[in-house]
């Protein structure tokens, strides 16, 4: 059985191979554009949004959610990079719909192993080695998609440190069809 390392290694010394003027590209971003988006798996921001390497910067967290974090990773895209145009893309079938700060602080607080989930939602196969810890932390879960994706617009919008020329809108992308829609809230 192959070691994930190893394909990994290998992928890239293709990858490398072929680099070429790829060695050219500008640090800015050739779209003056920035992506907040999840970091599902199934979310391919470069083809589901027809980027190339160069275009866009593309910021990933659990549920693309408008964390401290992600705007400091915002901020500097515009104020040293040039972007203007910020994309807050959340989607459907989320994990983050599935568990709120309650019932992540109950699985740590039991276990740091990888919890399971069925019908009857998360539990812990194996309850050893916990930490209150993450009880104190905000998990930014979601209970409402347009609406996470509002409040996380508004709140890019409305961060004292982000400039009032960048356009911020926001999208749902839907993992079933592969279509991005719009989310206004005007």
């Known amino acids: 059985m192959s070691n994930v390392f190893d394909e990994i290694q290998r992928a890239n010394n293709a990858y490398a191979a072929g680099f070429?003027?790829?060695k050219d590209l500008s640090m800015p971003p050739a779209r003056k554009t920035a992506i907040l988006t999840c970091m599902d798996a199934r979310l391919?921001?470069?083809?589901?949004?027809?980027?190339?390497?160069?275009?866009?910067?593309?910021i990933r967290n659990a549920g693309?959610?408008?964390s401290d974090d992600a705007i400091r990773s915002l901020i500097i895209s515009h104020k040293l990079l040039g972007t203007g145009h910020w994309l807050v893309i959340h989607?459907?079938?989320c994990g983050m719909e599935t568990f709120n700060n309650e019932i992540m602080g109950k699985l740590l607080s039991e276990s740091l192993v990888t919890a399971t989930i069925d019908k009857d939602g998360?539990?812990?196969q194996v309850k050893s080695r916990g930490s209150l810890e993450g009880k104190y932390i905000n998990w930014l879960t979601i209970s409402?998609?347009?609406q996470s994706v509002l409040e996380d617009v508004n709140r890019i919008r409305n961060h004292p440190l982000v400039n009032k020329?960048?356009?911020?809108?926001?999208f749902i992308y839907?993992?079933?069809?592969g279509i991005l829609t719009e989310i206004s809230g005007e």
């Open 144 to 146: 409402n998609q347009k």
């Open 122 to 124: 998360w539990k812990n």
């Open 20 to 22: 070429g003027t790829k």
């Open 44 to 58: 391919d921001p470069a083809k589901f949004a027809g980027l190339v390497e160069g275009d866009a910067h593309v």
């Open 165 to 170: 020329d960048v356009i911020v809108r926001g």
């Open 91 to 93: 989607h459907t079938d």
């Open 64 to 66: 693309g959610r408008a």
């Open 174 to 177: 839907d993992v079933r069809t």
